[in-house]
């Protein structure tokens, strides 16, 4: 609805604004009416990455995985506990059997990131992609990498840290965190759909960080003690 009365409010202004003959005048109508679809699909574009990016970076859900998802996967829970606005609706994702890994439910503290893609598309019935473009139809882990490029090159984000950030990246960066907040390995684990023994060698130096951490804090405390 907006994208059409967008479009009808351009091209009236493009008839005002032009005085000239028909085929200029139809020209210029046409550019702005593509101007106007371009910048709806761009703003679209761009809602999607920012919710997506929290969402990958609080659920540990791999990157493929969540282009797969229907919004009859998401049942939202209420975080009393919580005093943000982000971590105030959680939400259990149902992910379906494929062929690197099984079903699994992974619980998130950011059903916020889905509920504001819910209230904003147009494609909110139980069988169609929560990851859509506006004719509804699924988008694709190229559509995100391709928009992570750009993302990347905007912010110099090699030249700051020399590391290239891939979408891929949130689901490691949510497991470190997770690690570093002390949660159990099995939770982790299991929202991640990998074994302990995988998230442990995988993110051995995680580990070995908060090893080294509580050896400090402990060796700190008893040079203090009296």
Known sequence: EILFKGLHFEL??????????????????????TNFVKYIADAWDAFLVYNLTYLLANSGLRVGEVFKLRWKDIDYFENTNSEYETDKWGAEIQVHKSGKTGARTVITGGGIFLKRIEQESQHTNKNEFVFHDLKGERLSTKWLS??????????????????????????????????????????????????????????????????????????????QAP
């Open 146 to 223: 391709e928009l992570y490029k750009d993302i990347t090159k905007f912010t110099d984000e090699y030249k700051r840290t020399g590391k290239h950030i891939v979408p891929y990246s949130l689901r490691h960066y949510y497991a470190t965190q997770q690690i570093y907040k002390g949660v159990q390995t099995s939770f982790i684990a299991k929202n991640m759909g990998i074994t302990e023994a995988r998230l442990r060698k995988s993110y051995d130096h995680a580990f070995t960080r908060m090893r080294v951490d509580e050896l400090l804090k402990k060796k700190g405390a008893k040079q």
């Open 12 to 33: 009236f202004n493009a008839r005002e604004q032009i005085k000239d003959n028909k085929i200029s005048n139809s020209i210029e109508i046409l550019n702005r009416a």
